[in-house]
Nanobody
Framework: VQLQASGGGLVQPGGSLRLSCAAS????????IGWFRQAPGKGREGVAC????????YYSDSVRGRFTVSRDNARGMVYLQMNSLKPEDTAIYYC????????????????WGQGTLVTVSS
């Protein structure tokens, strides 16, 4: 199982970024995929996830309405579209996979990719 997050960078407040998570070594629709972030000096938090099989999406209160998670099973890709970015969204973002059913914002997750840094600053 391999997960690779990419797409981070520097963006101004109010801007947008799309993160990508390339998954390989397992059937994507058999795993929930979560996006987590860790800001400097803070703990890791789940911000968005998409469940296996039916693709139900879940969001933390801090990003609901601004972030959208989606999945392309055929390409083995999961995306996190981030709009209306705020300085407090600055963090390293990770994607992770887990075989659970249902709600998927909380750890533990079985497999983790390396992170991608998102910096929101003017």
């Amino acid at each position: 199982v391999q997960l690779q997050a990419s797409g981070g960078g520097l963006v101004q407040p109010g801007g947008s970024l799309r993160l990508s998570c390339a998954a390989s070594g397992f059937p994507l629709d058999s795993y929930a995929i979560g996006w987590f972030r860790q800001a400097p000096g803070k703990g890791r938090e789940g911000v968005a996830c998409i469940s296996k099989s039916d693709g139900t999406t879940y969001y933390s209160d801090s990003v609901r309405g601004r972030f959208t998670v989606s999945r392309d099973n055929a390409r083995g890709m999961v995306y996190l579209q981030m709009n209306s970015l705020k300085p407090e969204d600055t963090a390293i973002y990770y994607c992770a996979s887990d075989p659970r059913l249902g709600p998927c914002l909380r750890e533990p997750y079985d497999y983790w990719g390396q992170g991608t840094l998102v910096t929101v600053s003017s």
